[in-house]
């Protein structure tokens, strides 16, 4: 499985073509499943507090939105990094989702 980057499409491609069609409605589709609201097991305080850590403290987390773990190391605006706890490519930063959801 190899993705499709649509910075790299080639500028020689029809466009109207039935197959290359699919391929954008099928790119446009995987773009709207975008995580958003709040992660499971979270409250939108519980994200504000951890935001708030991560703005005055030292604190700089993430959180999955397949398994809702807390994440270290992850910047503010992290998207779709890779979980410590189940290995999905869900984790974002704490002050994304807060933005997102609130
Ligand atoms: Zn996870």
């Avoid at 993705?3 to 197959?19: A, G, Q, S, Y």
Wanted: glycine residues 8%.
């Amino acid at each position: 499985m190899s993705k499709v980057n649509p910075d790299d499409r080639v500028p020689f491609v029809n466009l109207d073509h039935p197959v290359v069609q699919s391929l954008l409605e099928k790119e446009k589709k995987k773009n709207t499943q975008e995580d958003r609201g709040l992660p499971p097991g979270w409250t939108l305080d519980a994200v504000m507090e951890e935001v708030k850590e991560c703005m005055f403290g030292m604190a700089n987390t993430g959180i999955c939105y397949a398994c809702g773990d807390l994440q270290e190391g992850c910047e503010p605006d992290a998207q779709r990094y890779e979980c410590n706890s189940c290995g999905e490519r869900r984790v974002y930063g704490t002050e994304h989702i807060f933005i997102t959801s609130a």
